[in-house]
């Protein structure tokens, strides 16, 4: 089956080869937009009659969005789908309306582990000019706490093992495969307690973090985070990261919720850009995003 028009809403990141094979799904000609909407209401104009829509997770899909495209029949998510409560599209009423929700996973992963390690390195040894302690130090032996032991936090604890660093973890779910090969699960008490570095891998409106939690991390810590938003109240963090001897190193996506006061500290390490964009990442995600629409109009 053919969709009546695609509708790339936003600026989803799909590559020109994507794009071309979406046009084969659509009767009409693919719109590609390369920014991001405004308002509600732009986005309804955007999506207009269009039977499928392809969004990035900048922009919501919420419930009134979706009442107001009375078409549609398709929407892929060009962004990670990890659950219902997290999606930036309002998934369970799209699917009660007989529309169908496809994310993706699994696509930035090696870039982000990259980007950690690299920061991380970088700040044990003072290659940009800051320095955790006052004599630089090795992955060797770091204790390191790892806050969500999916794909990324896996993909880290992998590249971390070769360097001899100590690991544990904290997640919903026990991972006895990951405890044999050496990763301790600790209740996240502990894993603040004992962890001298911790690194959040958490779905986007997941917060684990508040005065009492930071407290238990205590002073003389890094914090990392690139997840999507923040996994901590914000106004506790303000207090935690006063103290010189802790750190905090965030990617963009991980710093998108900081206000400018977080960020003026400095000890807070914010780049600009999101870890894991790269050719390759850019590849796995349209190839992904194709898949899934692909495989719709072919069971349809």
Same mark, same amino acid.
């Given at each position: ?11 989803? !990141?799909?590559? #020109? *080869?994507?794009?071309? $094979? @979406?046009?084969? +799904? ?103 000019? !800051?320095?955790? #302690? *006052?004599?630089?130090? $090795? @992955?060797?032996? +770091? ?158």
């Amino acid at each position: 089956m053919k969709f009546n028009k695609i509708v790339c809403v936003d600026n989803t !990141k799909l590559n #020109e *080869e994507a794009i071309a $094979e @979406l046009q084969k +799904l659509s009767e009409n000609e693919t719109e590609v937009y390369s920014d991001y909407p405004g308002s509600k209401d732009e986005v309804v104009k955007r999506i207009g009659d269009a039977e499928a829509v392809i969004v990035s997770w900048h922009t919501e899909l919420d419930e009134e969005v979706i009442k107001a495209c009375s078409n549609l029949k398709y929407i892929g998510m060009a962004c990670s789908l990890y659950d219902d409560e997290s999606a930036n599209v309002a998934v369970k009423f799209a699917r009660k309306k007989g529309i169908t929700v496809k994310g993706i996973k699994d696509y930035g992963d090696p870039g982000v582990a990259e980007f950690i390690i690299s920061e991380l390195i970088q700040l044990l040894n003072g290659y940009k000019g !800051k320095q955790w #302690e *006052e004599m630089p130090r $090795e @992955l060797t032996g +770091l204790k390191f706490g790892i806050i969500g032991l999916g794909v990324t936090g896996q993909l880290l604890a992998e590249c971390l093992k070769p360097f001899g660093a100590d690991l544990y973890y904290f997640s919903r779910t026990r991972k006895p495969e990951w405890e044999r090969k050496g990763v301790d699960y600790l209740p996240l008490d502990e894993l603040l307690e004992q962890s001298e570095v911790i690194s959040f891998h958490l779905p986007k409106n997941t917060q684990l973090i508040s005065e009492e939690e930071f407290e238990k991390l205590g002073s003389g810590k890094i914090l990392i985070n690139t997840s999507l938003g923040l996994p901590f109240e914000e106004k506790a963090f303000q207090k935690w990261i006063k103290n010189e001897d802790n750190f905090a190193i965030f990617d963009g996506d991980g710093k998108k919720e900081l206000s400018s006061a977080s960020l003026a500290y400095d000890n807070v390490i914010a780049l600009d850009s999101s870890a894991g964009w790269s050719s390759q990442t850019l590849k796995r995600l349209s190839n992904k995003v194709l898949h899934n629409i692909k495989e719709y109009c072919e069971d349809s």
